[in-house]
């Protein structure tokens, strides 16, 4: 059973950066898919982006050029920068099989493909 522990979730201006941490537990984490989702108030979960076990990556299209997504060791985490308002939500840390497909694929139903999610963390962006 893989536990996920997200962090670095924070309130902050516009134009400001942060960096979410996802801290995984109980399976070594290179054997994964992770990935970071978002879901704003009133709106569907979104995937922001994802790195499979070989170390690829899919960045939203939406958000490349101010997101990116890293891995070291058991810890995933989340660059942003260039925040806006439009970026307040809840974002979740996720892990699943392998995920060849861009993280877009990954909506409505098909986000269940990863099975382990954190409990959140909540990054709010003030204008």
């Known amino acids: 059973q893989v536990q996920l522990v997200e962090s670095g979730g924070a309130s902050v201006e516009s134009g400001g950066s942060l960096r979410l941490s996802c801290a995984a537990s109980g399976h070594p984490a290179t054997y994964f898919c992770m990935a970071w989702f978002r879901q704003a108030p009133g709106k569907e979960r979104e995937g922001v982006a994802r790195v499979d076990s070989d170390g690829k990556i899919s960045v939203a299209d939406s958000l490349k050029g101010r997101f990116s997504i890293s891995k070291a060791n058991n810890t995933l985490y989340l660059q942003m920068t260039s925040l806006t308002p439009e970026d307040t939500a809840m974002y979740y840390c996720?892990?699943?099989?392998?995920?060849?497909?861009?993280?877009?694929?990954?909506?409505?139903?098909?986000?269940?493909?990863?099975?382990?999610w954190g409990q959140g963390t909540q990054v709010t962006v003030s204008s």
């Open positions: 996720a892990a699943g099989g392998v995920c060849p497909a861009p993280i877009e694929y990954y909506k409505g139903q098909r986000r269940h493909f990863f099975q382990h």
